[in-house]
């Protein structure tokens, strides 16, 4: 059962497995109307003694996914920059970045249309907003920002290359991209390649699988009684693999094996 429904949203997007499905987002975003779903990446946690991100009760159920955004996008200070994040999802890791980092604007776009209606009705805060759109070709005129924030969604585009086209376009000047995504082990030279391409200054670049891998054990209990109480039986263990339930095979088993690896960097568009 569980082979053949990952297999079947396999090849309902062929290549690039069930991420790219954009009716897979919609879907997700559907099933929940509240807090429970307001992110959808596979979370960040230290590895040493760190002392823990310090967050309002409030947000302390959404620590790991928190985490992951706090990782990459405080690599820079954002505080008075303007800020896109594309891929934005149900838009918690940019009312985060909006609440804590201080920036001046943030905007959150992404494709899946339900993801963006729940944003504008579920987060009120000055300088912060959400517009539907595609990572691909971005409505907004070139040097529109100071740091452009892309957390897990790259992986889900048909044309990467020109996603980072938009990204060096949107970008002013001395500004920065913030950025963290999953590629398969073979994937990873031609990801590098495409990058390098961009022209854009590489500051940093970090490999974080297994600070991922230990946010998907330290939450996997939490995962899993969520999805106990809000999927449909019959698509239970689909979503055990897509939420990378300690155990299971696709995401949290290829992070632990080497086939998959998360990346965070921090690049600069150089300034002409
Ligand atoms: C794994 S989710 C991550 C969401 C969010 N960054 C987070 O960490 O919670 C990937 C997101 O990318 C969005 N996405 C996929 N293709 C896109 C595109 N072409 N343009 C913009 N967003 C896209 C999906 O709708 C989904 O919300």
Known sequence: MLRRSV???NRAVPGLGYFASRRWFEYIS????GRDMLFMNYGFAPLADDAPLNLRSEDAEHRYFIQLYHHVASAIDLRGQDVLEVGCGRGGGTAYVARYLQPRSILGVDLAANAIAFCNSHYRLDGLRFERGDAQDLPFPDASFDALLNVESSICYPDVPRFFSEVV??????????YA????????????????????ELLEEENITP????????DSERKQALIDRQVPLLLRRTFKEFAG????DFFYGAFANGEKVYKRFL???PVD
């Open 7 to 9: 297999g079947f949203v």
């Open 30 to 33: 559907s099933r929940d109307s």
């Open 169 to 178: 376009r949107l970008l002013r000047p001395g500004g920065h991209f913030l």
């Open 181 to 200: 995504d999953i590629r398969n082990r073979e994937e990873l030279a031609g990801w590098a390649e495409q990058l390098a391409a961009t022209g854009l």
């Open 211 to 218: 600070n991922v891998l230990r946010a998907l054990e330290l």
């Open 245 to 248: 339930l300690q155990g299971s």
């Open 267 to 269: 690049f600069r568009r």
